[in-house]
């Protein structure tokens, strides 16, 4: 099967959607950021696990 294509929920809103479901789209109309909601390997996306994720290129938010 080919992947699924991400969906955008609620475009150009300041708050972020409620029960977002992995590879959707949010983009914040306060911060002008486009996030993706991603779940990761620790996280159960069942029980609503996850975070969203500023997807801007050369982010890294861990470099000092």
């Known amino acids: ?3 699924t294509s991400p969906s955008v929920e ?3 809103t300041p708050s972020n959607p409620s029960n977002p479901t992995e590879g959707n ?3 914040n109309t306060i911060d002008g950021i486009l996030y ?3 779940v990761d ?3 159960n996306a069942s029980l ?3 975070q969203w994720v ?3 290129p050369g982010n890294d938010s861990d470099s000092a």
């Open 36 to 38: 993706v909601w991603y």
């Open 25 to 27: 789209l949010w983009y």
């Open 10 to 12: 609620r475009a150009g």
């Open 54 to 56: 500023d997807i801007r």
């Open 48 to 50: 609503g696990e996850g």
């Open 1 to 3: 099967n080919p992947p």
């Open 41 to 43: 390997e620790s996280q």
